[in-house]
């Protein structure tokens, strides 16, 4: 069984930071992926970015490259810090794991993904 716990999620105004993190327990989590993926109301759930454990590859979705950095600080801890936040980035974030797979094009689909957090929410104020 694995559990996944996100935190982080605040109200911030634009332009600032928030780091969200994202707890996963579980058994032989080595081949795993974890992504981050947010949703507003109305919306299909976006992945944001994904790391995977075993060799470090890390996706980012284009809207947050350069604004956003995953991180892993240890087996069962990663991190999303995100910088220059915009009103656009408001939503419900979730964290997620996965069994890695080659390459990087199914990171942002939720479909490979089989663990979920209960979501943090981020709003950002302009």
């Known amino acids: 069984e694995v559990q996944v716990v996100e935190s982080g999620g605040d109200v911030v105004q634009a332009g600032g930071s928030l780091r969200l993190s994202c707890a996963v327990f579980?058994?032989?989590?080595?081949?795993?992926?974890i992504g981050w993926f947010r949703q507003v109301p109305g919306k299909e759930r976006e992945g944001i970015s994904c790391?995977?454990?075993?060799?470090?590859?890390i996706w980012y979705r284009d809207s947050v490259k350069g604004r956003f950095n995953i991180s892993s600080a240890n087996k069962n801890l990663v991190y999303l810090q995100m910088n220059n936040l915009k009103p656009e980035d408001t939503a419900d974030y979730y964290c997620?794991?996965?069994?890695?797979?080659?390459?990087?094009?199914?990171?942002?689909?939720?479909?490979?993904?089989?663990?979920w957090g209960q979501g943090t929410q981020v709003i950002v104020s302009s």
């Open positions: 579980g058994s032989s989590l080595d081949d795993y992926a």
């Open positions: 790391i995977k454990r075993g060799n470090g590859v």
């Open positions: 997620a794991a996965g069994p890695t797979r080659p390459g990087t094009s199914w990171m942002k689909s939720r479909l490979f993904f089989d663990y």
